[in-house]
């Protein structure tokens, strides 16, 4: 049996540096709120769950983040603020065009008479300039907030703050859950304080996580728009298992994808309906990216939502 969540923070300790991002959030939630700004609130990439107490060793997954970090920069685009809670090292919004060596490959060194000159390269002007533009912008109206998280425990702990922070917001904020989340972990009291010694295979036994997303959608943001995400590897299983989260749960929306095709098609599936989000090949081809429509369909409805409840009142 899973343990309740309360059990998981009365028995997890907080990251070193959570106070400082409880204070980081709620500054900057404050600050958009009293502007009167929509919010999302956006999580991205793997958490990692810790094999010892001092960690050499642990569990992690696939996510790289993309989903995340590109969906924030179409967010912003529609005039959300964000807080991008992503995995530390994980892709980010605006420097995931230039990953690796990308970056090097686009910049030109000159040394002349003592001094050094860096310049991009002419034709990666016109690939640079305009993601510059969008970053610069984006950050000099303070409208992205970059909070990591590495483990299980971590992400967790923020999610709550986070959650807390956005309250106020009521149906302004959207909370869109794209992080990959581990089910699994070893409880604080069941793991080896020291690293795993390797004179025998280790006896590892991984316990359930509970399934934040009811506190978050029943006690925590409860006028908020959650959108989940439902990942899976048997086609078979893909719409079941969504429309038992939407059960579960009674949230809004989950977006399930497939892990090998998750980067052209999703499935939207709500309590009325489903369908799905599909790229063609040409598109793909062109750069056109699945995170333009998906942001762009949950962000129509987030505004339907608000208008019903805004017309509701006015009855
Ligand atoms: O990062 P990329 O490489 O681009 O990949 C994107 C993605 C495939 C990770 C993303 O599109 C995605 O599907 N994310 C959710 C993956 C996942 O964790 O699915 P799940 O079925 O295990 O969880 C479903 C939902 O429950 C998630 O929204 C999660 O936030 C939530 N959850 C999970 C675990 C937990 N203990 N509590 C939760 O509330």
Not at 4 to 16: G, R
Not at 95 to 121: A, C, S, Y
Not at 130 to 155: C, H, W
Not at 262 to 283: A, C, D, G, M, W
Request: glycine share 4%; proline share 4%.
């Amino acid at each position: 049996m899973a343990t309740n969540w309360e059990e998981f923070y009365a028995t997890n300790l907080p990251p070193t540096d959570f106070e400082d991002n409880r204070i980081i959030l709620k500054e900057f939630c404050d600050r958009h709120y009293k502007l009167g700004n929509k919010i999302a609130l956006i999580t991205s990439g793997g958490t990692t769950v810790p094999l010892e107490h001092n960690t050499v060793r642990f569990v992690d997954n696939f996510s790289a983040g993309t989903r995340g970090s590109a969906s924030a920069e179409y967010f912003l685009e529609h005039g959300y603020s964000v807080i991008f809670m992503h995995r530390l090292k994980s892709l980010e919004p605006f420097t995931r065009h230039f990953n690796g060596q990308k970056f090097m490959d686009m910049l030109d060194l000159q040394e002349k008479n003592g001094h050094t000159t860096i310049t991009v390269k002419p034709d990666s002007v016109d690939v640079l300039a305009p993601v510059l533009a969008r970053y610069k912008q984006t950050i000099e109206n303070g409208m992205i907030l970059y909070i990591s998280f590495t483990s299980l425990a971590d992400y967790l702990w923020l999610l709550r703050a986070s959650c807390e922070c956005l309250a106020c917001f009521g149906r302004n904020a959207i909370l869109y859950l794209a992080a990959a989340v581990s089910d699994f972990y070893i409880p604080p009291n069941e793991m080896a304080t020291h690293k795993l010694q390797s004179e025998q295979p280790p006896n590892i036994s991984l316990k359930l996580v509970p399934k934040m997303l009811s506190s978050v959608v029943n006690i925590w943001v409860p006028q908020a728009y959650v959108v989940s995400f439902k990942l899976e590897t048997d086609e078979n299983l893909l719409i079941s298992k969504a429309r038992q989260a939407l059960v579960k749960y009674k949230h809004k929306l989950v977006i399930a994808n497939m892990l090998q095709t998750r980067k052209q098609r999703v499935i939207f599936v709500t309590p009325e309906e489903s369908f799905e989000i599909n790229l063609t090949r040409e598109q793909i081809h062109h750069g056109v990216e699945i995170e333009d429509s998906i942001v762009a369909n949950v962000v129509e409805r987030h505004s339907e939502m608000i208008q019903s409840t805004n017309s509701h009142k006015k009855k």
